[in-house]
Antibody, heavy 121, light 109 residues
Framework: QVQLVQSGSELKKPGASVKVSCKTSGYIFTKYAVNWVRQAPGQGLEWLGWINTETGDPMYAQGFRGRFVVSLDTSVSTAYLQINNLKAEDTAVYYC??????????????WGQGTLVTVSS | SYVVTQEPSVSVAPGQTARITCGGVNIESKSVHWYQQKSGQAPVLVVNDDSDRPSGIPERFGGSNSGNTATLTISRVEAGDEADYYCQVWHTDTDLYVVFGGGTKLTVL
């Protein structure tokens, strides 16, 4: 069965970096793009961007260009989200989500369980 | 940028029908996807492409999309349907990007 399993919660100080992993299984990794979604405490869903798992090309939403880096390791079917120079406002749950394949404007059919990143001095 | 608007809350008695809307300019030209998020859990896709149900989603969940409003309809509402619901579209200007609605809290009275 399809699974996306994310790394555990992180507590970081402002200015530090964090790398969240999203390990996938149950399907061919390179056939489905992976998206990243953020949810601040008590807030709604916010899309960060996505990565083409076949080419490795990322695309970022406005507001997430610069400090946010999405990458892959296809050998272990895992996507990563790295956030550099962390700020208190980055405190949120970060989700990875798989796109349905072969559709121009796909939904996200499988999600990771979420990773809480807390930024506090 | 493209904006989609949802009502913050909807309340409905068990057994009744809940309707949650997602407003956007000419949203009928887009495919609208809906997610259910229960407290402390990851979102779950409940309706895709305006009105299709993924495998395992009850027939009580349906959707429509016309003009400037897409609607998620939940028939015969149950206590277990209490959750936040988000609509999602893709929009293109210089790039193709994802837009989520602000979410609607469904309360089952």
């Amino acid at each position: 069965q399809v699974q996306l399993v994310q790394s555990g919660s992180e507590l970081k100080k402002p200015g530090a970096s964090v790398k969240v992993s999203c390990k996938t299984s149950g399907y061919i990794f390179t056939k489905y793009a992976v998206n990243w979604v953020r949810q601040a405490p008590g807030q709604g869903l916010e899309w960060l961007g996505w990565i083409n798992t076949e080419t490795g090309d990322p695309m970022y939403a406005q507001g997430f260009r610069g400090r946010f880096v999405v990458s892959l390791d296809t050998s272990v079917s895992t996507a990563y989200l790295q956030i550099n120079n962390l700020k208190a406002e980055d405190t949120a749950v970060y989700y990875c989500a798989r796109e349905t394949a072969e559709v121009a404007t796909p939904p996200f059919d499988y999600w990771g369980q979420g990773t809480l990143v807390t930024v506090s001095s | 940028s493209y904006v989609v608007t949802q009502e913050p809350s909807v309340s409905v008695a068990p057994g009744q029908t809940a309707r949650i809307t997602c407003g956007g300019v000419n949203i009928e030209s887009k495919s609208v996807h809906w997610y259910q998020q229960k407290s402390g859990q990851a979102p779950v896709l409940v309706v895709n492409d305006d009105s299709d149900r993924p495998s395992g989603i009850p027939e009580r969940f349906g959707g429509s999309n016309s003009g400037n409003t897409a609607t998620l309809t939940i028939s015969r509402v149950e206590a277990g349907d209490e959750a936040d619901y988000y609509c999602q579209v893709w929009h293109t200007d210089t790039d193709l990007y994802v837009v989520f609605g602000g979410g609607t809290k469904l309360t089952v009275l």
